[in-house]
């Protein structure tokens, strides 16, 4: 029997790759260049990479597990158009009215300008009919209406399209038969309703949420098939193919193309799950992360070992209120570019030279300075990559930043270290913007930092945030990967059900919690979990009267009663506390409301081992090299990662090195090795 697993990570810059052989309990990992022109390519050069380090064939690979960015970047790129939206009679500009709120403030609004709509208001069709928040209906549905919108985009060639009536999350029946219609009217046509992908109220995120899963959904759709045509090839019985979902989950191939909105953030998803499974195995189970990629930063927060998640992310400037773990995405990767604004001032990111050209040192045509060049001139980091794969123009570097250097008045050296500082500070306000908010002191916690630049800049961080720690796992660059390994299948359905809590009904509210569970349940079984493998989560959202957003708490197993839905009452007057430093439980005027009842479908996946290493026998450096902290160029001690064992001592200043990632430990600090390779880095003496 095939008992290889492989996660598979395809990043901008490179694609990470992770094996475990579920019979021995081997794990190997490796990375390839990515292909941005087909990645289908570089994920296929990933699979036969890494089963060339196994010596095995692809006869071998029970299940493969995949991190994509296909559906997000097509939105971050703006790559969404010949979109048709039908909605209601009357709500015609629903996106255009969209939510009373600007960015940075309403002192900005003198000069801020509304983005382009999702949907331009001239491929906006609307429908007679109208249905009340209760689901009854008001109006009949207007079959033609819904035929002369159908023939509207058939005959201008509008292929995708949303649907969301007025009130469809209590009644999906119009947004069915409008669905019949497209199908039997434009039957080339890719249609998404919202009753299927959000069915949630609050029209206009549920509106974008329903248009974003029809815009991405052929090109997830083509991604997908061609993906699992390349792996039918490995074997005459190819193995199971996976995709990470937002939520922390994963979900089959033929399930995704199914609801592709899922999908929108499973790269920097994966990277939270797997730092919070080796951060619980290292005795941290609260923690940061952050991983850094050639182009961005994700940094998430990790709390009781589960990633915290939300229903008010985005998708570059779209609404998205799906279940993600909740990734706050900084434009300070290795390749973030470092230039000059007009006024003379130097600026890093958030545009990035990505991996073709890339930065400077590649070599490969890079005309800014960048991140990486940065590390490159102060020698943090070697030379050259993945173990001198690729190697690094070190002149074109240094070139390139004393030109700027010379523009800012500064040696090359400073400038470099400018550069550095500036993305230091991104990621430390990133990592503020996932703590503050929900009532955390980042200095609580312990960072995990990981990803091929992760962690270059965690002895700054530590600084800058005043970090209990940092904590760089072993094969940094490749535990986003690794983390599509540890996760299970998770799907979510969720119901608007508004009711105060004094008139609650826990009847109705159970026989919700049915329904929803057994929608759950139908999609564990199509994904081949047997009725004793399926697990079922219930969360609510409560406010009090009168707000305008919700908490959400968990809901205990068992029946729906009264003292069940007082001890859900109780936990949301504690978290809201938590989250806001004040509650009303004790004021009987404020009145406590439920909104919405979820159920989260888990089908357990087996988890590999976090695996130990042998006792160090001391650290010592595999050679020197001269590098610049800040205080001037001194020959500083290179260790060789693979040759640390547990209870070794790296003290800076000194750098650490391996296959993906390089850690630099600044002076004043320290580097131990835990039970399980970790590096856990402190400082000697506080500031």
Aim: charge should be negative; include cysteine.
């Amino acid at each position: 029997m095939p008992m290889i697993r492989v996660g598979i990570d395809t990043g901008g810059t490179f694609t990470d790759v992770v094996a475990v052989d579920e019979e021995t309990g081997r794990q190997v990992s490796t990375k390839t260049p990515s292909t941005p022109g087909d990645p289908a390519e570089g994920f296929m050069a990933g699979i036969h990479k890494i089963l060339a380090r196994l010596g095995a064939t692809g006869a071998d690979v029970a299940a493969v597990v995949h991190g994509t960015t296909v559906a997000t970047n097509r939105l971050l790129e703006g790559k969404v158009d010949h979109l048709g939206f039908v909605t209601t009679e009357g709500y015609a500009h629903l996106l255009e009215i969209a939510r009373q709120s600007v960015p940075d403030g309403y002192g900005n609004s003198y000069f801020w300008v509304k983005p382009p709509r999702i949907v331009p208001a001239d491929l906006v069709r609307t429908v007679g009919g109208r249905l009340a928040h209760d689901g009854s209906e008001l109006r009949p549905f207007s079959e033609a209406d819904a035929v002369a919108a159908a023939r509207f985009f058939r005959d201008r060639g509008i292929g995708t399209i949303g649907v969301c009536f007025l009130h469809s999350y209590a009644n999906p029946e119009h947004e069915l038969r409008m669905r019949d219609v497209l199908a039997r009217e434009h039957p080339d046509a890719v249609v998404s309703i919202s009753a299927e992908v959000l069915r949630e109220y609050r029209e206009y995120e549920r509106s974008v949420t329903t248009l974003v899963d029809a815009a991405v959904k052929p090109s997830i759709a083509r991604y997908v098939g061609t993906i699992a045509a390349r792996l039918g090839e490995l074997a005459e019985q190819p193995p199971a193919f996976y995709v990470m979902k937002s939520n922390g989950g994963v979900l089959s191939a033929d399930e995704v193309v199914r609801q592709p909105i899922s999908t929108v953030l499973s790269g920097p998803a994966a990277g939270a799950l797997g730092a919070a499974v080796v951060a619980r195995a290292a005795g941290l189970d609260s923690v940061l992360t952050l991983d850094g990629g050639g182009t961005s930063t994700d940094v998430a927060v990790v709390v009781d070992g589960h990633p915290a998640l939300t229903t008010e992310g985005t998708v570059g400037a779209y609404p998205s209120k799906i279940p993600m773990i909740d990734v706050v995405t900084v434009g300070a990767g290795g390749g973030s570019v470092a230039w000059l604004s007009p006024e003379g001032t130097l600026k890093v990111g958030p545009r990035s030279a990505g991996a073709d050209p890339g930065p400077l040192c590649y070599g490969a045509g890079g005309s800014e300075p960048t991140v990486t060049d940065a590390h490159v001139l102060l020698g943090r980091i070697p030379p050259h990559l993945l173990g001198g794969e690729i190697p690094l123009d070190v002149s074109a570097a240094q070139d390139g930043i004393a030109a700027m250097a010379a523009r800012l008045g500064l040696t090359p050296e400073r400038c470099a270290e400018g550069i550095l500082e500036i993305s230091a500070w991104n990621q430390a306000n990133a990592l503020r913007q996932v703590t503050v908010t929900r009532g955390l002191d980042v200095r609580d916690f312990h960072l995990v930092s990981f990803g091929g630049s992760g962690s270059l800049l965690a002895c700054r961080l530590a600084d800058v945030l005043g970090l209990a720690g940092v904590l760089v796992p072993p094969n940094p660059g490749n535990l986003s990967a690794y983390g599509l390994l540890t996760v299970d299948v998770r799907n979510d359905y969720v119901r608007t059900a508004v009711a105060r809590h004094a008139a609650l009904d826990p009847d109705t509210v159970g026989k919700t919690f049915d329904d929803l569970r057994a929608e759950a349940s139908a999609a564990l079984e199509r994904e081949g979990f047997a009725a004793e493998e399926r697990r079922f989560v219930r969360t609510a959202d409560l406010r009090y009267f009168g707000q305008a957003y919700e908490v959400r708490v968990d809901v205990p197993d068992g029946p729906v009663t009264a003292a069940l839905a007082a001890a859900v009452a109780d936990e949301f007057h504690a978290a809201h506390r938590r989250l806001y430093g004040y509650d009303f439980a004790h004021d009987q005027r404020q009145e406590v409301e439920w909104v919405n009842l979820r159920v989260t479908g888990v089908g357990p996946i087996a988890r590999p081992a976090v695996p130990l290493v042998a006792a160090g026998s001391g650290a010592v450096p595999r050679t020197t090299r001269r590098v610049d902290f800040g205080d001037g160029w001194a020959d500083t001690p290179i260790y060789d990662r693979a040759a640390l064992g547990a209870g070794d001592t790296v003290a800076g200043p000194a750098v650490v090195e391996e296959f993906g990632s390089t850690v630099p430990v600044h002076p004043g600090f320290r580097a131990v090795v835990d039970d399980h390779g970790n590096l856990l880095i402190t400082r000697e003496v506080a500031p």
